[in-house]
């Protein structure tokens, strides 16, 4: 594990993008944190890492949010919203946890409400924590990235 100081969500985002500049295929990132941690801000950099241009948001309302154009394919999830096994597999959530390309799921926790698990050859876990108002201690399994 290594831990990056952020202090803004530029620097949030550069950590994203060498992220995603590490990533291969096949590789899942689970992203914790709480309301306003820096969540998506991070997923931008992801995506700018893998080379994708187009403009990142959250996919609160819609579960999912697929954007191609790079040298992998990324999905974006949020599952904040989904609270039983049921809700996750209707979602088709199952589906990206072995993708074709990138995943990125905001709010990984609730898939202890089912029966999925990250594959732990593909997972990379980060955990962004509001430290003070324009402070972030980031967490993540570090990859080489």
């Keep these: 594990m290594a831990t990056f100081i952020s202090h803004s969500p530029a620097e949030t985002e550069a950590l994203g993008e060498s992220l995603g500049r590490a ?7 689970a992203v914790s944190g709480s309301l306003g941690a820096g ?3 991070l997923v931008k950099g ?3 890492g893998l080379g994708v241009t187009a403009r990142v948001h ?9 954007y191609g154009g790079g040298r992998l394919k990324l999905y974006h999830l949020d599952l904040y919203r989904l609270e039983t096994a049921a809700q996750i597999l209707s979602a088709g959530v199952p589906e990206f946890l072995s ?10 926790e609730r898939l202890d409400a089912g029966r999925w698990t990250l594959d732990a050859g593909k997972a990379r876990r980060v955990r962004i924590e509001i430290a003070g108002e324009s402070r972030r201690d980031i967490v993540y399994d ?3 990235a």
């Design 23 to 29: 990533a291969e295929h096949g590789f899942v990132f």
């Design 39 to 41: 969540k998506t801000q």
């Design 46 to 48: 992801i995506a700018r």
């Design 58 to 66: 959250s996919p609160t309302f819609t579960l999912v949010n697929e």
């Design 99 to 108: 993708p074709d390309g990138v995943t990125v799921i905001e709010w990984p």
């Design 142 to 144: 570090n990859f080489g």
